[in-house]
């Protein structure tokens, strides 16, 4: 049974960070590309990272471009989200995804975690 565990999530001030982590049992993670999505009430879920197999290639969307990192541990099962120079905007709830194949760019996943909340106060 695949899990995937999402921890680090919290309140923050503008300008703070945060680093989300992303803890996978069940796959042979290493044959996983990892995406890191968010969603606040009334939106639709968004792709904000995605990062390849090895790690040695990454997606980031334009809002986060230069602030978030995504970043992956194979020998740990852990993927990672470094979050800098958080922004109100940036509130919601954060979860991490994993699919074997297929663009990073691409928002079709097959596993998802159960989501942490992210809030950034002004």
């Known amino acids: 049974q695949v899990q995937l565990v999402e921890s680090g999530g919290g309140l923050v001030q503008a300008g703070g960070s945060l680093r989300l982590s992303c803890a996978a049992s069940g796959l042979t993670f290493s044959d996983y590309q990892m995406g890191w999505f968010r969603q606040s009430p009334g939106t639709d879920r968004e792709l904000v990272a995605a990062?390849?197999?090895?790690?040695?290639?990454?997606y980031y969307a334009g809002p986060v471009k230069g602030r978030f990192t995504a970043t992956r541990d194979n020998a740990e099962n852990t993927v990672y989200l470094q979050m800098n120079s958080l922004q109100p905007a940036d509130t919601a709830v954060y979860y991490c995804?994993?699919?074997?194949?297929?663009?990073?760019?691409?928002?079709?996943?097959?596993?998802w975690g159960q989501g942490t909340q992210v809030t950034v106060s002004s």
């Open positions: 995804a994993a699919k074997k194949y297929g663009d990073l760019d691409s928002r079709l996943y097959a596993y």
């Open positions: 990062i390849s197999w090895s790690g040695g290639s990454t």
